[in-house]
């Protein structure tokens, strides 16, 4: 399961806490974003279903994650499918993000 950005969802510990109701988890990771992203998140916050649609819950980030809107508005499972890749806002990631860059390409090359 690969997010619209690359990210492995089956790697993410929001989903991961999700699937296995993991208190210790949720209170780790929201500990763990809340100071690399400077935010306040709380582990309440921390479930995912993954970034597609067919999935309920979603991690609050994702509601505004200009990626996920613009692969969902253009029907792509992820960017990797998309006729303008890499585009600039995916090649600013990749840079916080490196190992994205290296699943979408991996992705682009079995196509």
């Known amino acids: ?8 969802c ?10 296995s109701d993991d208190r210790e988890l949720r209170e780790k990771t929201a500990k763990e974003w809340s100071a690399q992203y400077n ?6 916050q921390i479930n995912c279903e993954g970034c597609h649609p067919d999935g309920e819950v979603h991690f609050s980030h994702c509601s505004r994650c200009e990626i996920r809107a613009c692969a969902l508005e253009r029907g792509l499972e992820n960017c990797a499918h998309c006729g303008e890749y890499p585009c600039a ?6 840079e916080w993000v490196p190992e994205a ?4 390409d991996s992705i682009r090359e079995r196509r």
Do not use: S, Y
């Open 101 to 104: 860059g290296k699943t979408l």
């Open 89 to 94: 806002r995916l090649k600013e990631f990749f």
């Open 1 to 8: 399961m690969v997010a619209c950005c690359g990210l492995r």
């Open 39 to 44: 935010a306040v998140i709380e582990p309440e």
């Open 10 to 19: 089956d790697r993410c510990p929001a989903l991961l806490a999700r699937k």
